[in-house]
T-cell receptor, first 114, second 116 residues
Framework: DAKTTQPNSMESNEEEPVHLPCNHS???????IHWYRQLPSQGPEYVIH???SNVNNRMASLAIAEDRKSSTLILHRATLRDAAVYYC???????????????FGQGTILTVHP | GAVVSQHPSWVICKSGTSVKIECRSL??????MFWYRQFPKQSLMLMAT???????TYEQGVEKDKFLINHASLTLSTLTVTSAHPEDSSFYIC???WGLGYTEAFFGQGTRLTVV
């Protein structure tokens, strides 16, 4: 399984952009990069995923390096509700019974200041 | 996004008893469900992967006889912690995906298990 490495914590001010980095140097060519976030005592929430091209959705943007060894989750205007633990994961398409398996790293605790 | 409902949200049980946790996909058919365990201030640790109608695939180090997983339908998976001990106290989270391969996972709200 691909290993992901993220900073332990980051801070931002409200309404400013936030760039959350992730290294995944052991990723294989068929692994997708997923981002999830988790609030205390809740299950993770899907944020975004992609393979090679940059991706945008209503929550965030995902910028994937050309060599796919790293990616950056971009929150364009942070709000207090964006404060959470953000996990970058690699989704490996395994055969048989392991479709869509996600392995979580330690994540980044994002603090947003008013 | 799709909804996964997990029940109960929290449970307290006595050491030596068994506890069942249910995970339901409410508005999609979850071809694959995953069970995770999370200790305080730690990341999610994948326990097992299950496909509807098949035996679960357990991660290395997870006791299959202790953590029984059943995925009898495309909308329901259960995790039974048998003969629970205090060290089994943790936050258990399920997730479901649909389709083949690369789709987002939808997570339940988690179950806080405390074994006394």
């Amino acid at each position: 399984d691909a290993k992901t490495t993220q900073p332990n914590s980051m801070e931002s001010n409200e309404e400013e952009p936030v760039h959350l980095p992730c290294n995944h140097s052991t990723i294989s060519g068929t692994d997708y990069i997923h981002w999830y976030r988790q609030l205390p005592s809740q299950g993770p929430e899907y944020v975004i995923h992609g393979l090679t091209s940059n991706v945008n959705n209503r929550m965030a943007s995902l910028a994937i390096a050309e060599d796919r060894k790293s990616s950056t989750l971009i929150l364009h205007r942070a709000t207090l509700r964006d404060a959470a633990v953000y996990y970058c994961t690699a989704q490996r398409r395994a055969g048989g019974t392991s479709y869509g398996k996600l392995t979580f790293g330690q994540g980044t605790i994002l603090t947003v200041h008013p | 996004g799709a909804v996964v409902s997990q029940h109960p949200s929290w449970v307290i049980c006595k050491s030596g008893t068994s506890v069942k946790i249910e995970c339901r996909s409410l508005d999609f058919q979850a071809t694959t469900m995953f069970w995770y365990r999370q200790f305080p201030k730690q990341s999610l640790m994948l326990m097992a992967t299950s496909n509807e109608g098949s035996k679960a695939t357990y991660e290395q180090g997870v006791e299959k006889d202790k953590f029984l997983i059943n995925h009898a339908s495309l909308t329901l998976s259960t995790l039974t912690v048998t003969s629970a001990h205090p060290e089994d106290s943790s936050f258990y989270i399920c997730s479901g995906t649909w389709g083949l391969g690369y789709t987002e996972a939808f997570f339940g709200q988690g179950t806080r298990l405390t074994v006394v």
